[in-house]
């Protein structure tokens, strides 16, 4: 069983296995804020684990959660004004 990682760990962890560029105490907080498991590993492929996309930095992560809450938010509206 692996041991629980901290946030520095897991930011290691994400520079180290995965070569994506995660620094500084703002990548720290979004990391928190949207965890590992939804933030990152949510997120590592389309469908299926063959169609990897390919982050440098986890700007590139965030963008994708972003751009996901907007198109929720924007689906939202348009259920509310029908």
Same mark, same amino acid.
Request: proline share 1%; net charge positive; hydrophobic share 40%.
């Given at each position: 069983?692996?041991?629980?990682?901290?946030?520095?760990?897991?930011?290691? +962890?994400?520079?180290? &296995?995965?070569?994506?560029? =995660?620094?500084?105490?703002?990548? !720290?907080?979004?990391? @928190?804020?949207?965890?590992? +498991?939804?933030?990152? &590993?949510?997120?590592?492929? =389309?469908?299926?684990?063959?169609? !990897?996309?390919?982050? @440098?930095?986890?700007?590139?992560?965030?963008?994708?959660?972003?751009?996901?809450?907007?198109?929720?938010?924007?689906?939202?509206?348009?259920?509310?004004?029908?």
């Amino acid at each position: 069983m692996s041991q629980i990682k901290s946030i520095n760990g897991l930011m290691k +962890y994400l520079r180290e &296995k995965h070569n994506i560029l =995660i620094q500084g105490s703002l990548d !720290k907080q979004h990391l @928190k804020s949207v965890g590992y +498991y939804h933030g990152y &590993k949510g997120y590592r492929y =389309i469908k299926k684990p063959s169609n !990897k996309l390919n982050f @440098k930095t986890f700007d590139e992560v965030m963008a994708i959660i972003y751009q996901k809450i907007l198109a929720l938010i924007f689906l939202l509206i348009q259920v509310e004004s029908w």
